[in-house]
């Protein structure tokens, strides 16, 4: 006598998940105005045509900051600009975007931005497991000769790869 064997619908394998997260965008000038103390990663509320227009590339960061606000934190001023194939369906490209970020961090971030001089910065927007996430940033503004510094720091680095690189050349 023969047994017949049911075989049982095979679910799809699960989607791989993003090994390095895909930087969207990038506050470069941040870093040169600010001093990072600590970094946070944090999650934002985003609309449908806001994400699609993000995953284009039609985002920037420049002159963005944010701000806890009655416990919450809010971003200000994201460039979002609108989606390509929107149809009917647009967002505001300058809205305030809440930040989502676990209890704890949120009372930190309170405690020291009442510190004088601190701030939060966004610094990057990455896709991360298919979520859109920025690195915010606890920041002390930097005085001019802070800057000065930091270019001078730079160009000597230069430099020295350079002369490095040109020794290696040379052998």
Do not use: C
């Amino acid at each position: 006598m023969a047994t017949h064997q049911t075989s049982q619908p095979k679910s799809p394998p699960p989607r791989p998940a993003e090994k390095t997260p895909r930087l969207l965008a990038d506050n470069r000038k941040a870093g040169f105005d600010f001093e990072y103390l600590e970094q946070f990663e944090a999650g934002v509320v985003l609309l449908g045509t806001e994400v699609k227009a993000i995953r284009e590339g039609r985002i920037n960061l420049r002159d963005s900051y944010a701000r806890v606000e009655r416990g919450e934190v809010w971003v200000y001023n994201i460039h979002i600009s609108p989606y390509s194939h929107r149809g009917y369906a647009e967002h505001e490209a300058l809205r305030r975007r809440k930040l989502l970020l676990n209890r704890a961090e949120i009372r930190k971030l309170i405690g020291r931005t009442v510190e004088k001089g601190l701030t939060l910065v966004p610094t990057k927007m990455y896709l991360k497991d298919g979520r859109v996430k920025i690195n915010l940033a606890l920041a002390r503004g930097k005085k001019a000769h802070d800057k000065r510094e930091t270019i001078k720091r730079r160009e000597s680095d230069r430099e020295t790869r350079a002369a490095v690189k040109e020794r290696v050349v040379r052998r």
